[in-house]
């Protein structure tokens, strides 16, 4: 889930990107180094980087200006695309073939006569493993290799469910944002908030950790001289963040047993169990 460290932390990552567009390897568009750090500057730090020259940003989320915006009702979805299974199970006959590769979480489940029997697979596994241990579950069943025989079955079904990483949003919030620069001169923080307010006026959005979308709103810039006689120039940039609280589970596909059903009249059709 975003939280509040997460929000900071992506600020000053865009930032970064901002004032470095060439890399941090590069020279920064201020033509000194710049600190960039989530939170208040520590004052011997500060005053270190502004005695040499250079100058600081900090992300700061300001105290009380945030309130509650949840609106959605919370409904678990996918966080990628559901990935195909990678263990197969193949039904001719009375035989089952248990192919593919391992990968642990999957579920092998079979239909046999209308009574399901699913095992989970391990890592440790491999697919002889997997039939026999498919096998010891099902009545009649024997297996060799990486196949089962089923004797007495006159409906067989097999299918692999897949683990799937779901999530969904229970909250939604706003909170404020300073962007501060500490600067050693007027120039200097002439070329460094520019950029930095540019960059960020030009994203509506803007993508938090956990790939969810968080919006993004200017509320207002702040220059102050009042630190001058200790050659600190400041600038805050403001910024409004709604983001979102998520849950994250792991859940599995639900198993397609399909069969082919022939009546004595009429085409052939598919039966979901």
């Known amino acids: 889930m975003a939280d509040l460290s997460d929000v900071t932390n992506t600020l000053a990552q865009l930032a970064t990107a901002a004032l470095y567009p060439g890399g941090t390897a590069q020279p920064s568009v201020a033509g000194v180094t710049v600190t960039i750090a989530s ?38 979805t996918p966080t990628t695309a559901i990935p195909a299974a990678q263990l197969s199970l193949s039904v001719t006959g009375n035989q089952i073939a248990v192919g593919g590769s391992i990968n642990a979480g999957e579920a092998a489940t079979v239909n046999v006569n209308y009574r399901v029997y699913s095992y989970a697979v391990q890592a440790s596994d491999t697919t002889a493993t997997v039939a026999a241990a498919l096998a010891a579950l099902i009545p009649g069943a024997v297996a060799s290799g990486a196949g089962i025989a089923i004797t007495g079955a006159f409906e067989i079904a097999a299918a692999v469910s897949v683990p799937v990483t779901m999530q969904a949003e229970i909250a939604r919030q706003t909170r404020l944002f300073v962007l501060t620069a500490w600067c050693p001169t007027p120039a200097i923080r002439d070329l460094m908030i520019p950029a930095v307010d540019l960059s960020l006026k030009g994203m509506a959005r803007i993508v938090m950790p956990d790939n969810t979308w968080a919006r993004l709103i200017y509320r207002g810039t702040l220059e102050t001289d009042i630190l001058a006689k200790q050659r600190i120039y400041r600038r805050d940039l403001r910024y409004e963040v709604e983001y979102a609280s998520t849950a994250i589970e792991t859940d599995h596909t639900v198993t397609n047993l399909a069969i082919g059903a022939t009546p004595a009249a009429g085409p052939s059709f598919t039966v979901n169990l």
């Open 39 to 76: 939170g208040w500057p520590e004052p011997t730090q500060l005053d270190a980087i502004l005695a040499a020259g250079n100058a600081m940003l900090t992300v700061y989320p300001m105290e009380g200006m945030e309130s509650n915006t949840t609106r959605f009702p919370a409904q678990m």
